[in-house]
């Protein structure tokens, strides 16, 4: 049986080493890191989102300000206050909570983020910089699932690692930063996605499987080679009756069957979702520091 | 026994379409594509590859400056003579030969180059827009492999390509493009380094191989599938007494057994090599149409 990845107690662990860092900056005279977050609209998940990241800066020391706008806001007004946020001092990170509502251009949107204040790591210039070794934010589930393996002591080196889709966010980030140079990488990586005949050939093949397609339970037994390290990056919501809300998060791997044959697994929910949040609040302090050290 | 992938009559073939773009250009009023070239020092391969750039820019009708600074040239001065051509808008792409002579920083050279003038596609910016599959500039080398792969008709969605070589400028961007989304993509791709234990276990597996780790004759017959796509990105000076020079490009795959498996090979010299300055030419030429529609 896989020893179960706790990401809950590790996110929970690493923000208590924040707020001891926070406490070290008050103490040195230094003010506490402050993230920005724009949510546009009135998207319930995209609301819900935002309030974790306020709790989580709460919880931490940051301060930290939302700016809420109407969901008919112009990408002129939009760029104007991201404009306004990029040159006060005060602020260390900006977000623009995604997705944006229709009419208004993701792309420029993101584009008009200053890179220095970019802790979600989308602006290309730091998408760039991570592709070629350069220290840079990393975006926030890529660096969480590494802070996962390190935690957990996994060994990455020389193993076989096997992504399963090919994401902006997820996917293609994953494959580059675990075939890095250095601790905690240096893994060969396969990138599979949609137009890969026969998936299973390679994760039979892999140490070391992550899935992120976003298709419930794809990932089954059979594909799996014994004592492989069994990371879910899948989070669709799913009817259940049985809930409250009516839904469950189910993951991208098939958890009941695979456990037994892994030697380390996520679980969904309490896995690799407690830990972009916590990917946030790492990049915004170091952001801060960098600012308050200039 | 292998077809031979011709680089070089592909790059003249591209070279002829790209002069009569221009001809098109000037009927049309606007002026011929212009490429500045910065030359710091007196490496003499640096001069000789600036000398062939300035060739192939005479060949297709471009303008070509380059800028020969001495070898003591300071930090400031390059920056400085960066930021005139950023401004010059009589020029539209702009390069900055590698290796710099010691003692000038590479990173912020390449930084400091104006994202649309920089066609190496070498700046971060443009290194992430590549990633997140955002129109840019490439980066010469996995261009020139991606225009040899479709110009020769090869079938690549769904095929499984081994990288040998995990390098900034040929083998994580070639991973990238290959398992993009689109046609002449969308592989399934194994990224293999000197961390890989057993290169020859993804190798066998492979469709196509791209060999770019700079290791002459690494990849020999036993490790490659009958059939397979090789493409070989080594160019190492070794000792030639019976050369003029001294020396001939011996290419990471040891050619003359593993032709005879192989459907298609590039040779060494005549393969890749001849694409990469095709590949700068297309992107002056894109960058020059760019800004003189604006």
Same mark, same amino acid.
């Given at each position: 049986m896989a020893t179960i990845i706790d990401g809950k107690a590790i996110a929970e662990k690493i923000k208590g080493e924040i707020a001891r860092q926070v406490e070290q900056m008050l103490k040195r005279g230094m003010r506490a890191p402050h993230l920005a977050a724009i949510l546009v609209g009135d998207d319930g998940a995209s609301m819900t989102y935002v309030g974790h990241k306020e709790k989580a800066c709460a919880q931490v020391g940051f301060k930290s300000t939302v700016y809420r706008l109407d969901k008919h806001t112009t990408q002129k007004e939009l760029l104007s206050l991201i404009a306004g946020i990029n040159d006060d001092d005060s602020i260390d990170g900006l977000i623009v909570q995604l997705p @944006?509502?229709?009419? @208004?251009?993701e792309q420029s949107v993101i584009n008009a983020i200053s890179a220095d204040k970019d802790v979600d790591g989308f602006h290309p210039f730091n998408t760039g910089k991570m592709m070629l070794g350069l220290p840079t934010f990393l975006p926030a589930t890529p660096y969480g699932i590494m802070t996962l393996l390190k935690e957990s002591n996994i060994e990455t080196k020389g193993k076989h690692c096997v992504i399963i889709g090919r994401s902006n966010i997820v996917g293609k980030p994953m494959a580059n930063l675990l075939s890095a140079k250095g601790d905690g990488a240096d893994c060969t990586v396969t990138l599979c996605h949609s137009r890969t005949p026969d998936i299973s050939h390679f994760t039979l093949d892999a140490d070391i499987i992550i899935a992120a397609l976003g298709h419930p339970k794809f990932l089954t037994r059979d594909m799996v080679k014994p004592g492989a390290v069994v990371i879910d990056v899948g989070i669709t919501r799913v009817e259940d009756k049985s809930k409250k809300s009516g839904f469950r998060l189910q993951g991208d791997v098939d958890y009941e069957n695979v456990a037994p044959i892994a030697s380390y697994i996520t679980p969904v929910p309490g896995g690799v979702g407690p830990m972009t949040i916590v990917s946030l609040l790492k990049n915004t302090i170091t952001a801060s520091l960098k600012k308050q050290s200039l």
């Amino acid at each position: 049986m896989a020893t179960i990845i706790d990401g809950k107690a590790i996110a929970e662990k690493i923000k208590g080493e924040i707020a001891r860092q926070v406490e070290q900056m008050l103490k040195r005279g230094m003010r506490a890191p402050h993230l920005a977050a724009i949510l546009v609209g009135d998207d319930g998940a995209s609301m819900t989102y935002v309030g974790h990241k306020e709790k989580a800066c709460a919880q931490v020391g940051f301060k930290s300000t939302v700016y809420r706008l109407d969901k008919h806001t112009t990408q002129k007004e939009l760029l104007s206050l991201i404009a306004g946020i990029n040159d006060d001092d005060s602020i260390d990170g900006l977000i623009v909570q995604l997705p @944006l509502p229709e009419g @208004l251009d993701e792309q420029s949107v993101i584009n008009a983020i200053s890179a220095d204040k970019d802790v979600d790591g989308f602006h290309p210039f730091n998408t760039g910089k991570m592709m070629l070794g350069l220290p840079t934010f990393l975006p926030a589930t890529p660096y969480g699932i590494m802070t996962l393996l390190k935690e957990s002591n996994i060994e990455t080196k020389g193993k076989h690692c096997v992504i399963i889709g090919r994401s902006n966010i997820v996917g293609k980030p994953m494959a580059n930063l675990l075939s890095a140079k250095g601790d905690g990488a240096d893994c060969t990586v396969t990138l599979c996605h949609s137009r890969t005949p026969d998936i299973s050939h390679f994760t039979l093949d892999a140490d070391i499987i992550i899935a992120a397609l976003g298709h419930p339970k794809f990932l089954t037994r059979d594909m799996v080679k014994p004592g492989a390290v069994v990371i879910d990056v899948g989070i669709t919501r799913v009817e259940d009756k049985s809930k409250k809300s009516g839904f469950r998060l189910q993951g991208d791997v098939d958890y009941e069957n695979v456990a037994p044959i892994a030697s380390y697994i996520t679980p969904v929910p309490g896995g690799v979702g407690p830990m972009t949040i916590v990917s946030l609040l790492k990049n915004t302090i170091t952001a801060s520091l960098k600012k308050q050290s200039l």
